[in-house]
């Protein structure tokens, strides 16, 4: 079985490379692109399957050897290091080719927003947002900010090929909390708040049709703190949604149109994840529908400043790092994540 798989892996890959190679799919931008994608997400599996390949020979060399000269200890070593080097790899190979969530390589759009707590609520909302955003400097990602303002942050993150910015931050959808002794107390006691995080992969016009009909677009001057004015003309949209009640407001440019684009981008983002939620719920018979639903009621992370550490509940994952996290050191919790996803979807495969 697994020998099979290898060799369907190095064949794609091999038709793959040859693809690329080839004048006139260089020539077509969309096969190029299309072939570079598979390329990329194959290679993985590839590199996997050369080493199996390469481990499969030493075990079948060890194995000829022993039958000449079966008292041979370090043969015998061999042979079994070998062995255990061949089931490590085709679990890995399996894990490479369990099928990919079709939004990983998006765009995201991100809203922070502050949970229980009042005071220290807003605040952890925002380191949120430094911690996020220097995780995705970090890792090559842009960001640009939509709209900053009262203790809510939304922003978008572009993905840098071949890293898909949803596959990296859908981990981060969720209910944060901290436990921490807010600098307002003066007797020292242990506050905890709370912040959500939604992470929204990026709707293109094809993923969502909008009929220009079912919204009501208002326009208004935007304005500051306290209520006052910033602008002297209309330049601040809100976008209403009829038909799903979703409204999103944008002022942060001076432009009106910009405001209306920036709106649009984030209303096409919301309804596309509300389009996603109903077809996991219709499909929660599923295990495979379980995998990174990250329903936002849901407890992900605990921050706790007196121990200085973060556990991750979904995977039970407990690490003493809590200063580098802040700054954005989120690598091993992202990839032990990452592992758990791939896990769970290849038992959904096995049970389909």
Same mark, same amino acid.
């Given at each position: 079985?697994? %020998?099979? &798989? ?7 890959? %091999?038709?793959?490379? +040859?693809?690329l ?14 072939? !570079? ?21 030493d ?16 043969l @015998?070593?061999?042979?079994?290091? +070998?062995?255990?080097?061949?089931? +490590? ?16 390589d998006?765009?995201? $759009? ?28 970090r ?8 709209? $900053? ?36 107390? !003066? ?22 049709? $909008? ?11 935007? +304005?500051?703190?306290?209520?006052? !004015?910033?602008?002297?003309?209309? !330049?601040?949209? @809100? ?17 009106? &149109? ?7 981008k984030v209303?096409r ?15 929660a018979?599923?295990? &495979? ?9 849901e407890k ?11 556990? %991750?509940?979904? $995977? ?37």
């Open positions: 079985m697994i %020998d099979d &798989l290898v060799s369907q892996v190095q064949t794609r890959f %091999d038709e793959l490379e +040859s693809e190679s080839d004048p006139e799919v260089i020539g077509d931008r969309e096969r190029f692109a299309v072939a !570079s994608r598979a390329y990329r997400e194959l290679e993985p599996a590839a590199r996997l399957a050369g080493e199996y390949r390469r481990a499969a020979d075990v079948a060399g060890a194995r000829e050897l022993l039958a000449e000269d079966g008292e041979d200890p370090e @015998r070593a061999l042979l079994d290091t +070998s062995l255990a080097r061949l089931g +490590s790899l085709e679990e890995d190979i399996r894990l490479a080719m369990v099928e990919r969530d079709p939004n990983d998006k765009n995201v $759009i991100v809203e922070i927003r502050p949970g229980a707590g009042g005071d220290e609520a807003a605040l952890w909302a925002a380191d949120l947002y430094r911690m996020l955003t220097r995780y995705a400097e890792r090559g990602f842009k960001v640009e900010p939509l709209a $900053i303002g009262d203790g809510d942050y939304t922003f978008e993150i572009k993905s840098r090929p071949p890293y898909g910015a949803y596959s990296v931050f859908k981990f981060e959808g969720g209910t944060h909390r901290v436990q921490r002794v807010p600098e307002t107390e !003066s007797q020292g006691r242990i506050h905890t708040s709370t912040a959500t995080v939604a992470v929204l992969p990026e709707a293109e016009d094809v993923d969502v049709q $909008i009929d220009d009909n079912d919204l009501q677009i208002d326009v208004y001057r935007s +304005s500051g703190p306290g209520g006052q !004015s910033v602008n002297t003309t209309d !330049s601040a949209v @809100r976008i209403t949604h009829r038909p799903s009640g979703v409204v999103v407001s944008m002022q942060d440019e001076k432009s009106q &149109l910009q405001n209306r684009e920036r709106a649009m209303l983002a919301r309804l596309y994840e509300r389009a996603l939620a109903e077809q996991r719920a219709q499909t018979a599923s295990r &495979l529908a379980q995998v990174g639903t990250g329903e936002r009621a992900i992370r605990t921050y706790n400043y007196g121990e200085r550490r973060v556990k %991750d509940h979904r $995977i039970n994952l407990l690490v003493h790092n809590l200063d580098g996290i802040l700054l954005g050191e989120l690598h091993e919790l992202t990839d032990a994540l990452q592992d758990d996803e791939k896990r769970r979807r290849l038992e959904a495969q096995a049970v389909g």
